[in-house]
């Protein structure tokens, strides 16, 4: 044996020779080459045998094989015989009574370790609700794990959160990992309040997972707990989410008075960062949102965020838990966030200057990226424009834009001179966009405004009560400062941005067509004296992003 041939046929002969002969020297010899060969054809050889003759229970109880080893042992078995779990859980079963003698009570926890590994649950069902009553703690509260993942029951975990062990009850709701429902949710928050540190742990990863952001101020709080082994918990939890915004708590606790919370915080950056770095690797994403203003006399800003690959309009479905937002320096933990509905189709208006002004190219550049954006129900239309601030007077105009499904031709409009008289002035422009009375357009309407120049005059009260009663989304894009136009937006709640090169202009327009897609809204009380700059990031296996809006 010790000169054994893993590749020999012969050596199969040998084998069953020793067998035969002292099946205590063939089982340690087995042993030691399967510690030793790992995966060959010689080792498929020797699990066929030990599966064969019943010596499967023993070998995985071996203290002489680390855990890793009998792991592998077990699925190797698993591949030869399909009803390897079967039997290894009839067997830990038996060894509650006066069954299976092979299995003792310090090995029963060891054997536990390996079928919850190699089985689900679902097909043992019987074996692991006899386990229940296993006189070893540890193989019961296993079980309970095994039977609420196998079942996916929610009823049965709550019953199993009456049970007086916190073993027990800690497996059960980790048993919910992945399980999405009201019943789950009212369960798992439930559990949240338990009062031992693991129950209470489990919890907050269920809820993460699914997205539940609310436990994120629950999370943070128990960082603070009184107790080292909620706060050893809590930094446990951080790194199970991955989540870079508990970076700053966990640097916290790395200097904690107690020597297990600082070995979990250590662990839980390290996760941390490799999460981080793991959601690089898929495709990054493009933000864009629409900041609203702070309602006077309440703190709550509103956020519509839109979230799309590098091209096209397909947005990525993103859990609440997922987004990190930003203002300013601070973090904000407490928010809400709803998944809002995509209108099928809408009509967009480019309100523009007349060709001939500097920024007519890269305006042009701007539209040509939104294309990528376009889905084919939208439809496009221009409003050209002239400055008579400049000298210039246009048309009086009272007809709607004309709207098409054509990228293309608003494109070329906007590359070739309007006749003046088809052209208003700005304010009348934005008129002509928002009137009520627009057959042709379809879904709701928005405009995309850009001035090279502030106006010579001041929106009157009508165009504003126009712009609000339209409820159109209305974003203005300006080349520098442009107090009239910025008063105007603020009176129309309208957006406005300021830019300074071509380089802008083309990334403002796309992004301003971009956020009539908005999916998310995300709502938060603000603790700032005055509106700040919102960073948003986010982080997930599918893709990551990290913007600043203004």
Known sequence: MRHFDRDAVASRARIRELFDVDQEAFYSSALEILKREGDSRGCHYLVTLLVAYDLLVPALCDASLSKEQALTLARAAGR?????????????????????????????????????????????????????????????????????????????VQGRLAESDPRVRANAVEALWGVDTEEARSLLLNATRDGNNRVAGNALVALYRIGDNSVIPELLKMAEHESALFRSTAAWVMGESGDARFTETLAGLMRDTNAAVRTRALAALGRIKTAVALSHEGEQWVVSGLVQDPVSGKAARRLLLAVAGAEGFVS?????????????????NS???????????????????????????????????????????????????????????????????????????????????????????????????????????????????????????????????????????????????????????KRARCSFESIESDEQLIRAVEMAYLNLLARYEIVWQSGAAEPAALRIRLHSPAGWADATLT
Request: hydrophobic share 35%; proline share 6%.
């Open 335 to 489: 928010y809400r966030v709803l998944e809002r509905q995509v209108d099928a189709a809408m009509s967009v208006t480019f309100v523009v200057p007349r060709v001939g002004g500097h920024g007519g190219t890269a305006l042009s550049g701007g539209v040509f990226a939104c294309r990528t954006r376009k889905r084919p129900s939208d439809l496009w239309a221009v409003a050209p424009y002239v400055n008579t601030g400049a000298g210039d007077s246009g048309g009086i105009l009272d007809e709607a834009p004309h709207y098409t499904s054509d990228a293309a031709a608003v494109q070329a409009l906007l590359e070739q001179p309007t006749p003046r008289n088809e052209c208003s002035e700005l304010w009348h422009a934005i008129w002509r966009s928002v009137r009520n009375d627009q057959p042709q357009s379809r879904g709701k309407r928005h405009l995309i405004v850009y001035s090279e120049c502030d106006p010579s005059g001041s929106a009157g009260d009508s165009l504003v009560s126009a712009v609000v009663g339209s409820r159109a989304t209305v974003q203005v894009i300006a080349s520098g400062d442009c107090p009239k136009l910025e008063d105007f937006c």
């Open 316 to 332: 990525p479905a993103i859990l609440p838990t997922q987004f990190l937002v930003s203002e300013g320096s601070q973090i904000v």
């Open 80 to 156: 030869i015989d399909s009803l390897t779990d079967v039997s290894l859980a009839k067997s830990l079963a038996d060894s509650s009574g006066e069954g299976d003698p092979r299995v003792s009570a310090r090995d029963a926890g060891r054997l536990m370790e390996v079928l919850s590994e190699i089985s689900d649950g679902t097909r043992i069902l019987p074996s692991l609700m006899r386990m229940l009553r296993h006189p070893n703690a540890h193989v019961r509260s296993k079980a309970v794990k095994m039977i609420g993942r196998g079942s996916r029951s929610v009823r049965w």
